[in-house]
Nanobody, 122 residues
Framework: QVQLVQSGGGLVQTGGSLRLSCAAS????????MGWFRQTPGEEREFVGR????????WTTNSLKGRFTIFRNNDKNTVYLQMNALTPEDTAVYYC???????????????WGQGTQVTVSS
């Protein structure tokens, strides 16, 4: 059974940091691209970034570069999203996702985490 179990969300003040985790099981994690997306009410799921299977290449959406970092530990079957200098505009539900080959479209991802709320207060 495929599972992506997320943890680490919550409430943080402007300028603070959070690290989201996504623990995978039930598939060959080290062979999959892992992506992070976020969604606010009434909006489509927005690409945040992704990381290649061997963790040697990462992509982050331009507006988040320098603040958000994606990394993974294949020994632990876990991918992380480190978020720094958070602003209220970062408030959203964040999702991790897995794909054999995933880029920026949510449609390219096969498996999804349950989502975790991140709220940044002003």
């Amino acid at each position: 059974q495929v599972q992506l179990v997320q943890s680490g969300g919550g409430l943080v003040q402007t300028g603070g940091s959070l690290r989201l985790s996504c623990a995978a099981s039930g598939f060959a994690f080290s062979s999959y691209y892992m992506g992070w997306f976020r969604q606010t009410p009434g909006e489509e799921r927005e690409f945040v970034g992704r990381i290649s299977p061997r963790a040697n290449i990462t992509w982050t959406t331009n507006s988040l570069k320098g603040r958000f970092t994606i990394f993974r530990n294949n020994d632990k079957n876990t991918v992380y999203l480190q978020m720094n200098a958070l602003t209220p505009e970062d408030t959203a539900v964040y999702y991790c996702a897995a794909a054999v080959f995933g880029r920026e479209s949510a449609d390219e991802y096969d498996y999804w985490g349950q989502g975790t709320q991140v709220t940044v207060s002003s």
